[in-house]
């Protein structure tokens, strides 16, 4: 019977169906952050069990840490009680870890397929909802809670019932200067937050295909946004290439490599495979994305008005009016005219090394308008050492940007990078939630061009035909 | 985990939707390395004003809510980030049982909770409910029309029943493996390495360059 990509991995990695109706599923690499992890490794702890395989386990810490010069020294108590708790357990239970001031350190799912750990075909969980990212490989990665996490590390195996397969396919090509973040936003802006809820997305289609790894995982990352368990990207060349470009310690090499490639190609949906929800969307109408309001499905084009009441599928009058009042914004109004506060280029959506190219270019030879602060931040330290390396950290400096190390940053605010009440910040993450960037702070998401732009003209422009502020 | 078999309590009202897990417990709280002590912090941002303070402005603040146990809300509760200090939070500030509603079918089914916040609550003994959304309306309606209205939810039977004027029973649908684990109170981990000998052999024949 012909299979999708998404049933080849799971029945690869089926260990037993369960009485429960339930199935028993192999985990071939675990990711584990500091937020995430202390009270897994606690209940181990607590019950007298040991982690199964450390050498399949992988450590970093990206939430909490600071990322500017002070970011060897944490000075909150509570933030430093956590980073060290990761380095105890990681110590006590053999497992890698990439902690504060390694070479390696950064954002666990941009560490994750620079290291090699991602590569297709695999299973991958991560105590963090962004865990999709790595389905850009073509290899089933989601976001899991504690007691999964726990689970993970005691048994190497998740107990789960099969998700739905949804079928999402980007025809035609792009526009100039839209990327891929602009196309997950559109999704989500016609299927809402909830749109994918209990299924796997299969990201497919020329404007796909066409698509860098790097720009394949900013479209995977976002898969939870639309409520899916994983998103996933069939792999190809582009695949192979990208993890042979580099020196990737953890890919397989020799022998190992050709048995690997060998099953990696066998691994795209077969001619004729039956999914349980298909989705066409046309590459080349999309605009570039600014989301208005406190959900990523509340999201329009760059020219586009914010809409009124009654004018956004899937929420209600009520729940618009919230989000409007929330963000200081008017029904009718062009987000264009918004004046900005704080541009912020990073997180593990848009943080990588195209990324911050594609940020430079807009904003070589170029300043920041005078009333905002751009902040820049590399997803891992390898990929700030390799911007740094092509010049790209000048460009940024002579822009009147922060250059800063590695780490989550301003997307979520557990570390000191945070908005104040009220302040607009055009991002480059991934969730536009009350507070999500510090309570009180407005949220616009956007892809890297558009907030380098946005920097530039001190207000939201439309990438496509704006002038370069001359 | 403790089993949930039946339970009463009152019924609160949280007349939202697509209440992300960052409202329900702030990233600041998920600094903490214990699993206790984050019920004061359910809903921090809306619950309570700048100064500390609990915000009169917020539902669930009203002091006929003060003892609820259970909370009816609206669909995709639980969106967002998978921190499992979210249901940590609700379990600790005293919910056990939450209640939303579905919404349409087919391509246009937009569920009750989000996949992996459901997930946690099974982990921690959280019975989430899930009903069509002109019955969750209809509940609302209730809720909001008598002060200290309690509710049952007996999970064997599956029926969630309003203890209004009169008796209003409604039945909801659940999941057979996450119910017996409830009922029973049982632990994952234990139940799965009852199969540790499935594992090793599957283990045996995974590739190597998975396995490294």
């Known amino acids: ?470 | 985990m403790e089993a949930f078999t039946t339970h009463r309590g009152i019924l609160a009202p949280l007349d939202r939707a697509n209440v992300d897990t960052d409202q329900i417990i702030p990233k600041q709280f998920l600094k903490s390395i214990a699993r206790t002590g984050f019920g004061p912090s359910a809903f921090f941002d809306w619950r309570y004003v700048l100064n500390g303070d609990p915000n009169p402005e917020f539902e669930l603040n009203e002091a006929r809510y003060a003892n609820r146990s259970l909370l009816v809300t609206r669909n995709n509760f639980g969106c967002g980030s998978s921190r499992e200090h979210a249901v940590w939070a609700l379990a600790q500030d005293g919910y056990k049982v939450i209640i939303a509603p579905f919404r349409g079918e087919g391509d246009d089914y937009i569920p009750g909770f989000a996949d992996i916040f459901k997930n946690n609550c099974s982990k921690n003994g959280i019975v989430t409910i899930e009903l069509a959304e002109d019955v969750v309306e209809q509940i609302f309606q209730i809720v909001y029309g008598q002060e200290g209205l309690e509710a049952s939810v007996d999970l064997e039977k599956q029926t969630l029943t309003l203890h209004g004027e009169e008796d209003l029973s409604f039945e909801f649908d659940y999941d057979a493996s996450v119910k017996n684990k409830l009922l029973k109170g049982l632990d994952d981990i234990e139940e799965s390495l009852t199969y540790l000998e499935d594992i090793e052999s599957f283990e045996k024949t995974h590739a190597t360059w998975i396995t490294l």
């Open chain 1, 1 to 470: 019977m012909a299979k999708t990509l998404f049933e080849k991995i799971w029945d690869r990695h089926l260990v037993r169906d369960l009485p429960d109706g339930t199935s028993l599923l192999y985990i071939d690499r675990h990711l584990v952050h500091e937020v995430t992890s202390p009270q897994a490794f606690e209940g181990l702890r607590l019950s007298g069990r040991s982690v199964r395989h450390p050498e399949l386990t992988f450590s970093t810490m990206d939430h909490n840490v600071p990322t500017d010069d002070s970011r060897l020294t944490i000075k909150d108590p509570i933030s430093k009680a956590q980073v060290e708790a990761l380095e105890t357990n990681c110590k006590d239970n053999g497992i890698h870890l990439y902690g504060i001031g390694d070479d390696h350190q950064g954002i666990v799912h941009v560490i994750g397929p620079e290291m090699g750990i991602t590569v297709p075909g695999l299973t991958l969980v991560c105590g963090d909802s962004h865990t999709s990212t790595h389905g850009a490989f073509g290899t089933l990665a989601f976001g899991i809670g504690t007691s999964e996490v726990e689970h993970v590390l005691a048994t190497q195996t998740l107990r789960q019932k099969k998700p739905k397969t949804f079928k999402v396919e980007f025809t035609g090509k792009l526009q100039p200067h839209v990327s891929s973040k602009d196309m997950v936003l559109k999704l989500i802006g016609i299927i809402g937050t909830a749109g994918g809820t209990g299924s796997v997305f299969e990201f497919c289609g020329e404007a796909v295909e066409s698509l860098t790894m790097e720009a394949r995982m900013t479209i995977c990352n976002m898969a939870i946004e639309g409520g899916a368990k994983a998103g996933l990207i069939a792999p190809d060349q582009t695949t192979f290439d990208y993890i042979l470009a580099e020196d990737r310690p953890f890919a397989p090499k020799g022998e190992a490599w050709d048995k690997a490639l060998a099953e990696w190609k066998k691994l795209p949906s077969d001619p004729g495979a039956v999914y349980d929800r298909t989705l066409v969307i046309d590459a080349s109408k999309i605009a570039p994305q600014v989301s208005w309001g406190t959900s990523p499905g509340m999201v329009i084009d760059v020219d586009a008005p914010v809409p009124g009441l009654n004018d956004v599928p899937g929420y209600s009058a009520g729940d618009v009016q919230k989000a409007l009042d929330y963000m200081g914004l008017e029904a009718g109004q062009k987000l264009t005219d918004s004046k900005l506060d704080i541009v912020f280029i990073g997180s593990c959506t848009n943080s990588r090394i195209e990324d911050l190219r594609r940020a430079a270019k807009v904003l070589d030879g170029k300043k920041k308008a005078d009333h905002l602060r751009l902040m820049v931040v590399p997803g891992s330290q390898q990929v700030r050492k390799q911007a740094e390396a092509e010049g790209l950290d000048k460009i940024f400096k002579a822009a009147g940007a922060e250059w800063r190390w590695a780490g989550c940053s301003m997307c979520l605010a557990m570390n000191p990078d945070k908005l104040s009440p009220q302040e607009r910040c055009a991002s480059t993450s991934n969730r536009n939630f009350e507070g999500r960037q510090g309570a009180g702070g407005r949220t616009h998401l956007v892809s890297p061009e558009m907030a380098a732009a946005a920097a530039v003209a001190g207000h939201f422009v439309d990438i496509r035909d704006w002038n370069g502020g001359n």
